[in-house]
């Protein structure tokens, strides 16, 4: 397949993603999202950042981040964000993450980080806030940049932050002459919008991964799989359709799961469930999802049981985001006027 490349330089288009370690990725998770970045592993050139410094503006326990973190990047890898593919790894790893916040903080007026959506919504949930939680902007500011990236994917909640991005990458190059690329924000088209199972109103969210009904996990073992889905919300009816009558959400959601994990027809699976009742639909969609993830948490299963390969693949991924991120950030600091020895 012919990698994208931008029109004006004829170079593969760069593509950032920051993940934080925090929750469990969720079926719904894996659907609407995960599948569709390894599809595109080789259309452009990819930047997964487990972003473990952004994660810390809020007070964490040290033992569960270094755990989620190791986590997180197992599941991501056992998903198929395969690390000869894309670059996969951990931001602290890589000190021009800290290196070039410090730098565009002396370049980013306050006022323009009061302004931020996320910030008032967070700093309004807390007693005390950090520094660091005003400071997020910035800090994704230097994650996006030293990767010269064009495209950052994001969600509309985060689509202000990047625009902050290009404000500070515009600033900085009009400071110091031309630097960094001013990033695009790409809003992905919707995937798969996985409900709730225990409340097909809302979608299924890897920040409430831990309420046991609420979701399957993607290294769930078969029998939590099928307990969960036994349980899951339905209706006092019997029909098995697609419908999108909002008492038909429970029923709806279990039969598009079953349809994107078999890839058949919406007819097809309708007459195979014709005449059957909720318990077998349950029973069904259950024995799929354990299928489609067996290979996902037996890939996961043995990186956490082998922790120097996942070093290692951790350790590769940081390697290679240094090559582009140190050039840059040495860059950065002669535009600025320090010194710099290689």
Same mark, same amino acid.
């Given at each position: ?154 969600? *509309? ?5 990047? $625009?902050?991005? /290009?404000? &500070?990458?515009? !600033?900085?190059?009009? =400071? ?107 029973? *069904? ?5 354990? $299928?489609?993830? /067996?290979? &996902?948490?037996? !890939?996961?299963?043995? =990186? ?39």
């Amino acid at each position: 397949m012919t990698a994208s490349t931008t029109p004006s330089s004829g170079k593969q288009i760069r593509v950032f993603s920051g993940i934080q370690p925090s929750g469990a990725f969720t079926l719904g998770n894996y659907l609407g999202a995960i599948r569709q970045w390894v599809a595109g592993l080789d259309k452009k050139e990819n930047f997964f950042c487990i972003v473990d410094l952004h994660t810390i503006t809020v007070p964490q326990n040290p033992q569960d981040l270094l755990h989620r973190t190791r986590k997180m990047a197992a599941i991501l890898i056992a998903c198929g964000l395969d690390p000869q593919k894309c670059t996969l790894f951990i931001q602290s790893h890589v000190a021009a993450h800290a290196e070039g916040c410090w730098i565009l903080n002396c370049v980013t007026p306050v006022g323009w980080l009061e302004r931020m959506t996320q910030y008032k919504l967070k700093a309004q949930q807390q007693e005390s806030v950090s520094t660091g939680l005003l400071d997020y902007p910035v800090l994704q500011a230097a994650d996006i940049l030293l990767y010269d990236s064009d495209e950052v994917p994001v969600g *509309e909640d985060q689509k202000q932050h990047v $625009e902050l991005t /290009r404000d &500070i990458a515009q !600033r900085f190059n009009n =400071l110091y002459g031309e630097t960094f690329v001013v990033p695009e924000p790409v809003i992905p088209k919707l995937g798969a919008r996985i409900k709730a199972l225990d409340d097909p109103t809302s979608k299924m969210s890897k920040s409430k991964a831990h309420i046991r009904l609420h979701a399957i996990r993607l290294a769930d073992g078969p029998d939590e799989i099928r307990y969960v889905i036994k349980r899951a919300v339905t209706d006092p009816g019997r029909e098995i359709v697609f419908s999108d009558a909002p008492e038909k959400a429970g029923v709806n959601n279990l039969l598009e799961i079953y349809e994107l994990l078999t890839g058949e027809q919406r007819d097809a699976i309708e007459t195979h469930f014709s005449g059957k009742g909720y318990g077998y639909l349950k029973q *069904e969609v259950a024995e799929v999802v354990i $299928e489609a993830l /067996r290979p &996902i948490r037996e !890939r996961y299963l043995a =990186l956490i049981a082998d922790p120097a390969e996942l070093d290692r693949l951790l350790a590769t991924g940081a390697e290679r985001a240094r090559a582009v991120a140190d050039p840059k950030i040495r860059e950065v600091k002669r535009k600025v006027g320090f010194i710099v020895t290689e």
